[in-house]
């Protein structure tokens, strides 16, 4: 599976502003290639982009990413030493991200301040570009020396100009606070494609794109979104480790299979975690409803089948007691059956030698 770096609205959106749908088809969110992603026009969302988070394993991936990318471009400057070294870099950085992804969570996002923001200056009454263009036009008295040179007409004519710049500057300005507060009081009455836009125009969840899981988001109502997430285990979980001999040899050791299953276990308990706690961020809701989903290999048939490895839902209020605990740690506990996930209803079967069993995913309900 490719990694999906960006997403894209599907399904059936709704039409105007507000209300909280009851019923129906519930809108998705599924993600695609960067080549396919849509340019939005929500330019009063810039300023939420700040909030992503992006942890120093996910910088350090980047910086992976593009030193590969230049020696790719120049392999014959690539000693075997520095490939060696690179595949070590690669490996620790793997194992960093899966181990710390859940510690990761851009700041909330209060839409019910942003709602109440004030206008920038009163419909109908000139806006305050204006008046200072305005007040330099009134003002504007052409010196001795201007008129000899016939200046004047020239200066005024700036002047004018200017002034018409700043009723544009102002209109622009009312616009953007008027998109922006309808699009937070949208978000507050549960509207379910501004919810989906929030999650596309912010794109919270990037570093888990960037390692190669799927995602796709599901609006079931205006307090509870249903994420699938397609762990891609396969292509995330290193099967070896790596390290570097004192006498700067690549060395090789493949895990255990309790050791690539706890690591397995730990990159899936991490993920939810995370999911949850962007979406609480981001959004108004009650609860989410996560399935972790991957390609496992029957062992009665021999045969790839894709099937749900956790089933969790979580509730806003229990995740946020438990996060404001100094000592969160969603791992916690000394087997996989004490960890903070029994905070919430799940389905899981995790045994360390095998690693997850196929559970049905929770009801919707």
């Known amino acids: 599976m490719k990694p999906l770096l960006w997403p894209r609205l599907s399904g059936q959106e709704n039409g105007g502003a507000g209300g909280k749908e009851a019923g129906g088809h519930a809108n998705h969110l599924e993600l695609v290639p960067p080549e396919l992603a849509l340019t939005s026009g929500f330019t009063f969302m810039k300023p939420f982009l700040e909030r992503r988070i992006r942890s120093d394993a996910c910088l350090k991936r980047q910086e992976l990413i593009t030193k590969k990318s230049s020696r790719q471009r120049e392999p014959s400057d690539w000693s075997n030493a520095e490939k060696a070294a690179f595949e070590v870099e690669w490996y620790e950085n793997q194992v960093e991200w899966i181990e710390t992804i859940h510690q990761m969570c ?13 206008a920038p200056f009163l419909r109908g009454e000139p806006g305050p570009h204006e008046k200072r263009a305005e007040e330099e036009y009134q003002e504007y008295k052409p010196t001795r020396m201007q008129k000899l040179l ?133 959004l108004p809701l009650e609860s989410v409803l996560i399935h972790a989903r991957d390609t496992k290999v029957n062992p009665e048939t021999g045969l790839e089948e894709y099937v749900t490895l956790l089933s969790v839902r979580f509730d806003r209020s229990v995740l946020t007691a438990k996060h404001l605990d100094p000592d969160f740690d969603p791992d916690s506990g000394h087997n996989p059956g004490t960890h903070m996930l029994d905070a919430f209803p799940h389905h899981m079967q995790f045994e360390a030698s095998t690693g997850f069993k196929p559970v049905e995913p929770l009801s919707r309900s």
């Open 106 to 118: 851009g700041e909330p996002i209060f839409w019910d301040q942003i709602a109440a923001w004030p």
């Open 150 to 282: 016939k200046q004047d007409s020239t200066v005024k004519q700036e002047l004018e100009d200017r002034l018409a710049w700043a009723r544009e500057k102002d209109r622009s300005e009312y616009a953007e606070w008027k998109s922006l507060t309808d699009f937070a009081r949208d978000v507050l009455e549960g509207n379910r494609t501004s919810y989906l836009r929030v999650l596309e125009e912010i794109a919270p969840m990037e570093d888990l794109l960037t390692l190669g899981s799927g995602l796709e988001f599901n609006v079931l109502d205006a307090e509870t979104v249903e994420v699938e997430l397609d762990v891609n285990s396969g292509g995330i979980i290193p099967k070896e480790s790596k390290r570097m001999t004192e006498e700067g040899v690549l060395s090789h050791s493949r895990f255990s299979a309790e050791a690539y299953h706890e690591l397995e276990r730990k990159y899936v308990f991490g993920s939810v975690f995370r999911i949850a706690r962007e979406l609480f961020a981001l």
